[in-house]
Structures are given as C-alpha cells and as structure tokens.
C-alpha cells in the first residue's frame, strides 16, 4: 500500500498566529502516528513563519515513525539538518514572499550544488529527496546529484481542471516512470486533498505521499463538533 507522510506545519501556523504554546505541533504528529502514518514533515522556513527549530528537535525525539524535514538548501538550515538527523530530508526551493512552495527545484542548472549537498546528508546517512515538477530533465538531474528520491510536484495537477487535469495526470504518470527507471524512488506531494488524491494514488510507481494543508483543514471540521461538545460538558458541570 501507498504511504502517507502528514505535513503538520499549519498546526504550528495557528500557534504563530496566537504566540503562545497551542496547539502542539508534536502533538499532532502523534496522532498522526497512532492513525496510521508512516510518516511526519515538516519544514522548517528561514523565516521560520511557522515550525521553530525547537519543534523539530522535539520531533526527532518522540516521533516512533521517521521524520521527513523539508527545507531550503541553505547553510543555516542545513546544519541544523545535520545536527537533527532526520530519515530524510526533502529538499525545496523557497521564497520568503510566498505562501507555499510555488515550484520544483531547479536541479539542472544547479548540479553541483545539489550533488555537494547531497552527499554532505549521506556521510550522516540521511536520505535526499529532490522535489520537482514532473520533468524528465530535472528527474535525469536529481538522479545525476545523487538524490535517493524525487518528490514530484502535484501542484499543476491540483490547481487544473477537466482535460488539463488528464493532463497533468498523464505528467505525472511520466515522469514517475522516467524516476523509476532511473532507480529513483518516487514521493509525491502539494495541493492533494480528499477529491483528487486516488487518480494519484494509482500511479504504481509512487510510494508516498505527503499531505498537509487539505489534511489538517478537514481534521478541523471532523473534529469541531467534539470539541464544541466538550467545552458545552464543562459549563453542564458548572451548574447547581
Ligand atoms: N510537499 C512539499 C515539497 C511541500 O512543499 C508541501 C507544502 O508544504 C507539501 C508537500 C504539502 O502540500 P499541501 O500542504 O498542499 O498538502
């Protein structure tokens, strides 16, 4: 069966938003562990807008499952990398104006930057995955930096509609035979929710997906009743 690795960096968000202590990123990486994923990322920006360094610290050492830090290639963060030692490490391209990453790396024109940091994370044994879109040029680059994975961009796929969404689909139906072939193993990753995931979710040569942003919006609605009905408990037991 398929993986799923859960994104829990917006659980951070809200946190941020407040400034205080709730919720707990750790936290829901553990539920999220006991529901069954087999994974957690998280990542940690520059601007550290929502996880905080302290967060994936605390995540190396209760997480039962692995931990997948998604970072820019930068120094900063990829020290912090190599003292965290995480199973893997997703490595994206980041801007600080945006809101999500917006695109894959470009690993092509880049190489031998990539393949320095790639082989920086495998003499601590930490894996490398190269997130990009579903191009055999950038997949043939990420297999020659040496990366162990390719995470292949969803988002042109999520964001399209109708035909256009075949064709995405047909993208990345490709490109995930192109990775394969390479002796890459495939991740796949951004904008897939609850309607869209199963076309995806049936291209054989991926093996795990990583879920944040549909995922933790919907545990907010499946969970709001229960949370409602508990805080309504407490005022019942106020009365006499
Ligand atoms: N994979 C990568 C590389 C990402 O940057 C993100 C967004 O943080 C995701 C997967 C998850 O995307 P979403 O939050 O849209 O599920």
Known sequence: MKRLS????????????????????VTAALIAELAGAEGIVTHLR????????????????????KLDLEMAATEEIIDIALDVVPE???????????LTTEGGLDVASQLSHYREVTSRFHRKNILVSLFVAPNKDQIKAAKNAGADFVELHTGEYANAAGKA????????????????????KVNAGHGLNYRNLKPVAMIDEIEEFSIGHALISHAMFVGLERAVKEMIEILKEAEH
């Not at 893997?88 to 945006?98: A, I, M, S």
């Open 88 to 98: 893997l490490v997703t490595l994206v391209p980041e801007k600080r104006q945006e």
């Open 6 to 25: 859960v994104n829990i960096d917006h659980i951070a968000t809200l946190r941020q938003a407040r400034g205080e202590n709730e919720p707990e990123p």
């Open 46 to 65: 520059e601007d550290r807008r929502h996880i905080q360094d302290r967060d994936v610290y605390l995540l190396r050492k209760t997480l039962k499952t």
């Open 165 to 184: 969404a075949e064709a995405e689909l047909e993208r990345l139906m490709k490109a995930a035979r192109d990775a394969a072939k390479l002796g890459l």
